[in-house]
């Protein structure tokens, strides 16, 4: 007959090897013979293939295992021969193991084991380690055999893990950054109230995960950035990654600059490329600042970028990750602060010099108003009329005084305000001016005399409400500063070009140095300090000619009298 099987034999230097021998009885001569064909099992294959190689028989006794699978599981040879393979697989999971090798030997396919599950063998020191397995069945006439194919993949486990733990330090990153931003928008929006709805808005963007993250290699090539950043800057991660570093999207001055500040922060050269992003990190330090991120269409956008190491378990430094936060809103938010708290500020000292200015120039006409009440009253007699009525009209006089003040004090509130609104219209110059004279005459001091002079066409472009308080100022402070029979002059031009207005008097004139303060508020000049008034009243003529495209300019010389003249340019005038 003839007969086939796997056979193990031993060279001469004692070392085993397996055949498949085939034997065949045949007759020669009359004499019978036993043939033996051996066909040696590759070594390669056996010995030397780099993963474990177990092979059973039908009664699931292991018959023969390569070296590689000694050495993994820490047996010798004559440990394993003869035993069943459930030796070598934990013993939790034997029972389930036994039925599934039965399903196997009955279908007796080759296949991956486990498909889809994690699977751990035993060493013989009692560890655990994690495996993929490949069955195999082998048909030969000495029986059947299965073949298990098996692979440590503790490496690999370690390695997903590893990529495990990074991304959970990733989003534990962002999330920390997250609640830092959270935390401190919430104290500026309670410390600014009128500042909410913009905070409000700007930590929706936060809880949206509007944050640029990209992570970098040692050599600064990007490895991976988020939606955000590709939306942001309008890259495509594929023409990013492994391709570019972020100095694509960073203005390059303002890397120059920072790359000298942080050399002279860190006392060493820090050159103008990734560096100035990485030195800091390198040192244990989380290095925030602000940047100008330039995308792809060339938009310009602020963020606040906080850059960080990435360690690996030996702690070595394997790249960088940046957490950028566009800041535009709260750039814009900072400004509106700042011009509030300056116009906060200017409120204050506006404050403060109203109270120092009122105490003085409400105190002299109350004190008139309250002396001529009382004298008022004394003089009851038909006779005393005169004296009665001299007293009246100092009250009527001092209460005029105080309306003009808190005039003065309304009209610089609506212009800070922005409520003074333009009108302009077409209207007869000469007509307004000669009115307003005649309306301010019975303030003059008792001998002043007032004169007015016209020069070109009469109507014009203006708004004649505000025009007609300039003059008032004007006329108040040149009677105001000089003497009881003083000349004013008033004089307007009317050209093609402009509009001018000037009101002349011959009073006291004012300093040169002060004359460069005369449009401030509550500013007076140093020679007239024991001249009633607020100091507002060119503060206001400015604002008012201001608001008409209009210039006051000044002309004083001490003690010969001075010029305030307001030009309209009447190609900025347009009626409404």
């Not at 007759?27 to 033996?36: K, P, V």
């Not at 399903?103 to 655990?128: C, D, H, I, W």
């Not at 594929?238 to 390059?252: A, C, I, M, N, Y």
């Not at 609506?414 to 019975?442: Q, R, W, Y």
Request: charged letters at 25%; a negative charge; hydrophobic letters at 40%.
């Amino acid at each position: 007959g003839r007969l086939n099987d796997i056979v193990e034999y031993r060279d001469g230097n004692g070392d085993s090897f397996f055949v498949e021998a085939t034997v065949t009885l045949t007759t020669i001569a009359d004499n019978r013979y036993y043939l033996y064909v051996l066909n040696p099992v590759e070594r390669s294959f056996f010995e030397l293939v780099t993963m474990g190689i177990v092979m059973v028989n039908e009664a699931h006794k292991i018959v023969s295992v390569n070296p590689f699978l000694l050495n993994m599981f820490g047996y010798e040879k004559n440990d394993l021969l003869g035993e069943e393979i459930e030796l070598l697989i934990p013993s939790r999971y034997r029972e389930k193991h036994v039925e599934e090798r039965k399903q196997f030997a009955a279908v007796g396919k080759s296949r991956p084991m486990g498909a889809g599950m994690e699977l751990y063998a035993l060493k013989k020191n009692g560890t655990e380690f994690p495996v993929e397995v490949g069955l195999g069945a082998y048909h030969s006439q000495g029986g059947k055999y299965t073949l298990a194919f098996i692979t440590d993949v503790t490496l690999r486990k370690q390695a997903e893990n590893r990529l495990k733990n990074l991304n959970e330090e990733l989003e534990l990153l962002v999330s920390r950054r997250t609640d830092e931003l959270q935390r401190t928008m919430q104290a500026l929006a309670s410390s600014k109230n009128e500042l909410r709805k913009a905070f409000a808005l700007q930590k929706a963007l936060v809880d949206s995960a509007g944050a640029i993250i990209i992570s970098v290699d040692n050599d600064g090539f990007i490895q991976s950035i988020n939606r955000e950043g590709e939306r942001r800057l309008g890259y495509t991660a594929s023409e990013l990654v492994g391709k570019q570093t972020p100095l694509l999207f960073h203005d390059t001055a303002e890397i120059q600059d920072r790359a000298r500040q942080l050399s002279r922060e860190l006392r060493k050269n820090v050159p103008g490329n990734m560096e100035v992003f990485f030195s800091r990190a390198r040192l244990g330090e989380e290095y925030e600042n602000r940047w100008t991120y330039i995308g792809k269409e060339q938009n310009r956008f602020p963020v606040q970028l906080q850059v960080s190491a990435i360690r690996n378990e030996e702690d070595q430094i394997i790249g960088f990750i940046g957490v950028a936060i566009d800041i535009t809103k709260t750039r814009q938010t900072e400004v509106e602060l700042n011009a509030a708290l300056t116009k906060e500020k200017e409120l204050g000292e506006l404050k403060s010099r109203f109270v120092t200015m009122a105490s003085h120039e409400f105190r002299t006409p109350l004190s008139t108003i309250l002396s001529s009440a009382y004298l008022a009253e004394k003089y009851t007699a038909f006779e005393d009329q005169p004296k009665r009525s001299r007293h009246l009209q100092r009250i009527v006089s001092s209460v005029a005084m105080l309306t003009d003040i808190l005039d003065d004090f309304l009209s610089i509130g609506k212009i800070e305000e922005g409520k003074v609104k333009v009108h302009l219209a077409d209207f007869n110059l000469c007509t307004m001016i000669n009115s307003t004279i005649a309306e301010v005459k019975p303030t003059l001091k008792d001998r002043q005399l007032m004169t007015y002079l016209h020069e070109g066409a009469e109507t014009v472009c203006l708004d004649q409400s505000l025009l007609q308080r300039v003059l008032l100022n004007l006329i108040s402070n040149a009677s105001k500063f000089s003497a009881d029979d003083g000349q004013i002059q008033i004089h307007s031009v009317v050209t093609p070009a402009t509009i001018a207005l000037s009101v002349s008097d011959n009073g006291i004139g004012i300093p040169q140095a002060d004359q460069a303060h005369l449009k401030e508020r509550f500013f007076r000049g140093s020679n007239a300090l024991n001249i009633q008034g607020t100091g507002l009243g060119l503060h206001i003529v400015d604002k008012y000619s201001e608001l008409m495209h209009g210039e006051v300019t000044c002309e004083s010389e001490l003690y010969k009298g001075t010029r305030i003249t307001v030009n309209f340019p009447k190609q900025k005038i347009t009626p409404l």
